[in-house]
């Protein structure tokens, strides 16, 4: 049983069977180092999961028109290696150049002009959220 214990906790972290069975088969393998380390591992998810949460928290007070968040805020869960990431995975879905363009004439707007922006799309979201109660096929919506 505490094998299988192992195993699915080496699938939560998304270890592939192969690998599981490479790191279990090793003679040095054991068990209350990889229990503490799976410890860390999830503790490390749980601590990002929070963050995401209290992000997602954050933002539906703020399209409800209950907190203002600043752009930072917005994508305060994500660390900046998450953020280089998701960038590189856009760039791989969509056409590369019109990613980087997009983000080059972002990082160009003034603090100003971001703020205006944001603003609007917030606003964009707030009227969505009024008028969700009244249907899709409504004027409104």
């Known amino acids: 049983m505490l094998k299988l214990q192992q195993i699915l906790f080496y699938r939560e972290l998304d270890i592939p069977l192969d690998d599981i069975k490479k790191i279990m088969g090793r003679r040095d393998f054991d068990v209350m180092d990889a229990l503490q380390n799976h410890k860390n591992a999830l503790q490390k998810q749980a601590a990002r999961l929070n963050r995401l949460l ?4 954050n933002t539906i007070q703020h399209i ?7 752009q ?8 900046e290696e998450e953020q280089e990431k998701y960038a590189l995975e856009a760039e791989q879905l969509y056409d590369p150049e019109t990613v980087r363009e997009s983000n080059r004439k972002w990082k160009s707007y003034s603090a100003a002009k ?5 603003a609007e799309g917030n606003q964009i979201y707030q009227d969505m959220v009024t008028a969700m109660p009244q249907g899709v096929s409504s004027a409104e919506a």
């Open 54 to 57: 209290a992000t997602v928290d």
């Open 64 to 70: 409800k028109g209950e907190k203002i968040m600043s």
């Open 72 to 79: 930072k805020g917005l994508f305060e869960g994500f660390s």
């Open 114 to 118: 971001k703020e205006a922006i944001m």
